[in-house]
């Protein structure tokens, strides 16, 4: 029996017009579509030659254009959501952590990056010590170090620093084991808003069959909304897009599988804070939204071409949902009349607060560090709206939630931060 299959992995461009080869990432997708779409002029009512019928229109149409729609739907997982916030029009910024073990009673070691080396520094040093020894370096930018004296070590460095640049040397360390080594790593993205005239471009890989297959590579790909939809069964993250160009893949890209390691509400948290609605009075939720729409300029044709000019982004909104609350008095004053000890004076404007939730994995990036994988979102302002109430079964007076991100501040509007063994969000 024949089993059709379907793989579809996503690559930032290095720029518009140069299709990503290598770093793709190949999702765990439960569905995705590309699909070429043409636009064409009908040149109706030019009736040429010897008609048989009144109606018959002899002339061809012309393609005036060509659009790829782009969709895809797969459940949280670590990696891959990077790439699609960056479609979405997010900035990334990156920074690398590596946990430093010291096994020995006495002597020093040092530290390498990039061809350079530290002092040497003693077996029971403070973090702090290790911090100068590495900011001495011209090859590190930043470093910051925490832990006990001796060790372990949780260092921090720009990304520029990888496994490959970075080793540490047991020097002339005595006892225990004599050893220094790096016992784990992980990276840290955290992705704000770009501005609209730097927002990446992606590719987007998809190969259809099985033994033998057709590999289709859709070039300027911007995505148009991303989706977050966590209840008692996971998170769900779904997108759609647009890409410019279809063609053939080339056969020689590279990819990596992405970690089967789903972040779910269940080993994660919902965090709220806020001044005016605390966490008691908004309790749990049963559900939790978050869409992204960036909505995509369409009009933008080049004239006598096939191609777009581009996909300028219009604007965008970030709004969400909490469904299944439970109803309190607390909570309707707080959002109604100002507070818990508020009487009957609707306030002017919706209630707005700060939301910040954590989604993460109970499978850990590296086991001796004992770090999950995580995907936290943090938005300082938020306006809430409550819903109508709905009680079912003689149960809870439940009510839904519904926000709204305002961007009213100088700083970024929403963070969203990845915690992964991805090493780098780069273009191609």
């Not at 952590?97 to 002597?107: K, M, P, S």
């Not at 033998?212 to 911007?222: N, P």
């Not at 299944?324 to 009957?344: D, P, Q, R």
Request: hydrophobic share 40%; charged share 10%.
């Amino acid at each position: 029996m024949l089993h059709q299959t379907a793989r579809f992995g996503l690559a930032l461009q290095s720029a518009k017009g140069a299709a990503a080869t290598t770093n793709f990432i190949r999702g765990r997708v439960l569905s995705h579509g590309l699909q070429q779409r043409y636009e064409q002029i009908d040149t109706s009512g030019e009736h040429t030659g010897v008609h048989s019928r009144s109606t018959a229109l002899q002339s061809t149409p012309i393609r005036s254009g060509a659009v790829v729609d782009l969709s895809f739907r797969h459940r949280l997982y670590p990696s891959m959501v990077g790439y699609e916030l960056q479609g979405i029009g997010f900035s990334c910024s990156t920074s690398t952590t590596v946990i430093l073990t010291i096994d020995a009673t006495g002597g020093t070691f040092t530290l390498s990056v990039s061809g350079q080396t530290t002092s040497s520094i003693p077996e029971n040093a403070a973090a702090s010590a290790v911090e100068s020894a590495l900011e001495a370096l011209s090859t590190v930018t930043v470093a910051t170090v925490t832990g006990s004296n001796g060790g372990p070590f949780t260092i921090t460095v720009d990304s520029s620093v990888t496994a490959a640049t970075f080793t540490a040397n047991a020097g002339s360390l005595t006892g225990g084991a004599g050893t220094a080594a790096f016992t784990g790593w992980y990276y840290t993205h955290v992705f704000t808003l770009a501005n609209a005239d730097s927002e990446g471009w992606l590719s987007a890989y998809d190969y259809l069959g099985e033994t033998s297959g057709f590999d289709r590579l859709v070039e300027d790909v911007r995505l148009s909304q991303l989706s977050f939809t966590a209840d008692n069964t996971g998170i769900i993250v779904a997108g759609t897009g647009l890409g410019r160009l279809m063609e053939n893949a080339t056969g020689s890209e590279t990819f990596t599988a992405e970690v089967d390691a789903a972040l779910s509400q269940a080993n994660g948290s919902f965090t709220l804070t806020s001044s005016n609605i605390t966490a008691a009075t908004l309790g749990t939720p049963r559900g939790h939204t978050l869409t992204i729409d960036n909505p995509l300029d369409e009009g933008e044709q080049e004239l006598h071409t096939m191609n777009r000019a581009t996909f300028s982004p219009t604007g965008k909104t970030v709004t969400g949902s909490l469904t299944g609350l439970v109803f309190s008095e607390n909570i309707f004053k707080e959002m109604y009349w100002g507070g818990a000890s508020g009487t009957v004076a609707v306030v002017a404007i919706p209630k707005s607060t700060n939301l910040t939730w954590n989604w993460q994995s109970a499978n850990n990036i590296s086991a001796a560090a004992a770090v999950p994988y995580k995907c936290t979102f943090a938005i300082p302002i938020v306006q809430f709206m409550m819903q109508p109430f709905d009680v079912t079964g003689g149960g809870n007076l439940l009510f839904d939630c519904t926000y709204t991100m305002i961007d009213a501040l100088s700083t970024a509007p929403i963070t969203v931060t990845l915690q992964n063994d991805t090493a780098a969000y780069t273009g191609t």
